[in-house]
């Protein structure tokens, strides 16, 4: 007893801490997700500040280059200055109103400290800090500097370099500028501009985190560094040094005006942050450590330990009630049993056992759902791909690669079976064929062989009717595949008592395409099954096969016989003949072809239309509509209802002329309603017209279908037969000519809402008009 209670104590534990481990897992997945959220959405604020800032920078520094280059204008358009440059000899008074010019200029830009002109020709300088001819300038050092750039800027001290400087330590922004008013002279003048160090002190100061280490780096166009302002968590202000180069400094690699970037230096991880001025060319960076950015996340640190730890005390308790849910069954068989000898004492164990086995059958219910559920979505697309629906397919092309159907594969082949039982076949099921067993062999089937393609689709689309859609690397199938569908050819009738044609069709290079090529073999399959009947044939295997360079000439002239007799069938039938006939054509140029049939047949017309304006702009305009058309279906569509417009119209110019043959129709209908032989064929060669058109006429004359009408007469007479006499209902209905009596209660209940029977016993019955509202 003590043992047994082990055991279960231990099974017990066992799922406590399994379902507790998962929890654990959980817990620990979600608050490295939450606090990396946290970190990322503080380190993404903390880049967007600062780039603000940094722009103001930015700002600042443009202002600054747009007045040096205003001074520099100023400088190149001076008479005074431009006599200066000009020269080639020491002339002290010019040189000393130069000097003025430029004290003046310095003056009304305060932020400027001395402004330099240097006449390579003469070798001389004159600054707005000139005196006398001590000025220490080193022009070989600005030449080496400049390069072949348009300015350079560099970082230096000015205090030795001009008498007038009180503060020997003084350093400045130097500005140098190439300025060239000889230019066959081979030499350039330089304009040297000083800007004060407490510039860009100022424009830096609202970017300045306190009780921080930071550093803010200005770097020039050429790459390099031109000055690094520092400061220590105790100081206010940044000190400003000249840049240099190496691991301390880092690089923007990405070419984005601005952006943030992680840096290490030796025993520091800086965050970053750049903004590039184009009117410039520097960039400007901003380097905080690391632990400044994330030290607000303190708080949400603490917190989310906090939720974790109380998420934690939650789900061991959650899986303290879990466990003991789960360990109740066993429980119960551990108090089925005895020790000694091990029988039980009751059914426990075939209930869970019948518990479990339930519950796998279930899952496998389950799974075979899914399955079939996957199966008939993807169905559901593959059609909505060989109808052309267009619309549909491009709106759902994340559906399309979920369900793994290929829209960017390089070839298309679609390939439509038929497959038709054997006799034996029916007779072995009891003329019941049951045909799910051999239409599966046949999907495996056809998968395998077709498996060098890229990939297979397969799909029902009727009662025998399959289609493969065939993703090619090459635009034609190679003899594995032709010789994989010989085989299917051969195999089912053979193995399955199903004989099985198959039409090939052409190979296209878009999945737009796919629905002419569908369309094409679905005629050609329908109309030469009977000569290719348990063969592979290819759709445009017959002589009216044309080319894409081939103009199916007589088309035209057939349909126009047929609008003239209105004949819409026969219509239809060469639309299906022309589209199958079609060879190495895409569905643009069938639509294009199947314009121009359409303007070729009212060019035959043109005489009997030319009056009627209003008419032929309709035309005109629906025929522009056949351009719009996505698919098949819908050009098939338009090209009958326009060709049945044109019939119509042409009708009504002949209906006068043949009232009196509808007239005569309609007497005969009156005299003969009991003639079952009575139909508008018949009547049609009593007159001489075709079915179609005599229809058409009666219809016009009379105001009735002509199968209304005949019904009309007969239903009439039928009830006043069964008002007057007592003759049954189905010799009532062989007097009117209606030899099927259910037919027959059909029609008459429909015309006065109640059955022959109950309409003779009420006396009469409701008026059509009240049928109707009814």
């Known amino acids: 007893m003590i043992k047994k209670l082990q055991n279960r104590e231990k099974l017990s534990t066992t799922y406590l801490w399994s379902i507790f481990i998962v929890v654990i897992i959980i817990d620990f997945l979600i608050t490295v997700a939450l606090f990396s959220i946290y970190c990322a959405a503080q380190i993404s604020t903390a880049a967007k500040n600062s780039v603000s800032q940094l722009e103001q920078v930015r700002t600042s520094t443009d202002i600054l280059f747009e007045s040096m280059e205003a001074v520099v204008n100023q400088l190149a358009n001076d008479a005074d200055t431009a006599t200066f440059l000009l020269g080639e000899s020491t002339n002290r008074l010019r040189e000393a109103a130069v000097g003025l010019k430029i004290r003046t200029l310095c003056t009304a830009n305060p932020y400027l400290r001395f402004i330099t002109l240097y006449n390579d020709t003469s070798k001389r300088f004159v600054s707005s800090g000139y005196a006398g001819d001590d000025i220490k300038l080193n022009a070989q050092e600005f030449y080496d500097r400049l390069g072949d750039q348009p300015y350079v800027c560099f970082f230096r001290p000015i205090g030795d370099a001009y008498n007038v400087q009180l503060n020997k330590k003084a350093m400045a922004y130097t500005f140098v500028f190439r300025i060239n008013l000889k230019p066959n002279s081979g030499s350039s003048d330089l304009v040297i501009i000083d800007v004060n160090e407490s510039y860009f002190n100022n424009a830096l100061a609202p970017i300045r985190v306190e009780e921080h280490e930071q550093r803010v ?47 290490h230096t030796p025993g520091q991880f800086w965050f970053t942050t750049y903004v590039r001025s184009a009117k410039v060319g520097w960039t400007f960076y901003n380097m905080l450590p690391y632990q400044v950015v994330l030290g607000a996340l303190v708080t949400p640190a603490i917190l989310t330990v906090t939720m974790t730890l109380l998420t934690l005390a939650f789900g061991y308790v959650l899986s303290r009630w879990l466990s003991t849910h789960l360990y109740q069954p066993i429980k119960a ?11 039980k004492k009751g059914n426990e164990l075939e209930l869970l056992s019948q518990a479990f086995s339930d519950m796998y059958l279930k899952a496998d219910e389950l799974e075979r759902g899914l399955i079939a559920s996957f199966h008939e979505s993807k169905n559901f697309y593959l059609r909505a791909l060989l109808s052309g629906e267009r619309e549909r397919v491009q709106g759902s092309l994340s559906t399309y690669r979920r369900l793994g159907i290929n829209l960017n594969a390089p070839y298309y082949e679609v390939v439509v079976l038929e497959c038709v039982p054997q006799e034996d076949m029916s007779r072995e099921v009891g003329g019941k064929e049951n045909l799910f067993i051999p239409y599966y062999a046949l999907e495996n089937i056809t998968r395998e062989l077709m ?20 993703y090619l690397e090459e635009p034609q199938l190679n003899d594995t595949l032709r010789q994989g569908l010989e085989t299917i050819v051969d195999l089912m009738p053979r193995e399955f008592h199903i004989d099985t044609s198959i039409c090939v069709g052409q190979v296209v290079d878009s999945w737009m395409d796919i629905n ?5 073999e679905k005629i050609a399959l329908h109309s030469r099954t009977a000569s290719h009947y348990g063969r592979v044939f290819f759709a445009w295997d017959a002589p009216e096969a044309m080319s894409s360079d081939l103009y199916y000439s007589g088309l035209h002239t057939r349909l126009a016989d047929c609008v003239r007799s209105g004949d ?6 060469e639309f299906d003949q022309a589209l199958a006939a079609m060879k190495e054509i895409s569905f643009k140029s069938a639509r294009t072809y199947f314009r121009h049939i359409l303007m070729s047949v009212l060019d035959v017309f043109f005489a009997a239309l030319e009056r009627d304006n209003e008419f032929f702009s309709k035309m005109m305009e629906r025929l522009e509509s056949l351009d719009r058309c996505e698919n098949v279906r819908a050009l098939r569509s338009v ?4 060709l049945s417009s044109l019939s119509y119209r042409l009708s009504v110019g002949r209906k006068n002329s043949n009232q009196d043959a509808a007239l005569q ?4 209908i009156d005299e003969h309603y009991d003639d079952p032989e009575l139909s508008l064929r018949m009547l049609a060669e009593r007159v001489q017209l075709s079915p179609a058109y005599l229809g058409r006429v009666f219809t016009a004359v009379t105001a009735y279908a002509f199968n209304d009408y005949v019904n009309q007469v007969r239903l009439e007479k039928a009830a006043e037969l069964l008002r007057n006499t007592r003759m049954p209902v189905s010799r009532v209905s062989e007097s009117v000519g209606v030899l099927n009596t259910n037919y027959f209660y059909s029609l008459f209940k429909k015309r006065y809402g109640v059955t022959p029977s109950a309409y003779r016993k009420g006396g009469c019955g409701k008026e059509p008009e009240e049928a109707a509202d009814e």
């Open 639 to 642: 090209f009958l209802e326009l």
């Open 665 to 668: 129709t309609k007497a005969y």
């Open 451 to 470: 498996g060098p393609a890229l990939g297979v689709e397969f799909m029902r689309i009727g009662e025998n009717h399959f289609a493969v859609l065939l």
């Open 217 to 263: 780096l200005l770097q020039g166009t050429e790459q390099e560094f031109i000055a690094e302002m520092s400061a220590l968590p105790a100081q206010e202000l940044f000190s400003v040094a000249a840049g240099g180069s190496g691991a301390d400094y880092p690089e923007a690699k990405s070419m984005e005006s601005s952006g943030s970037m992680f840096f």
């Open 516 to 520: 002419l090529v569908y369309e094409q």
């Open 568 to 573: 819409l069938e026969a219509c239809a039938r």
């Open 333 to 343: 068989l551990y108090e089925n049993y005895v020790d000694s000898a091990g029988e």
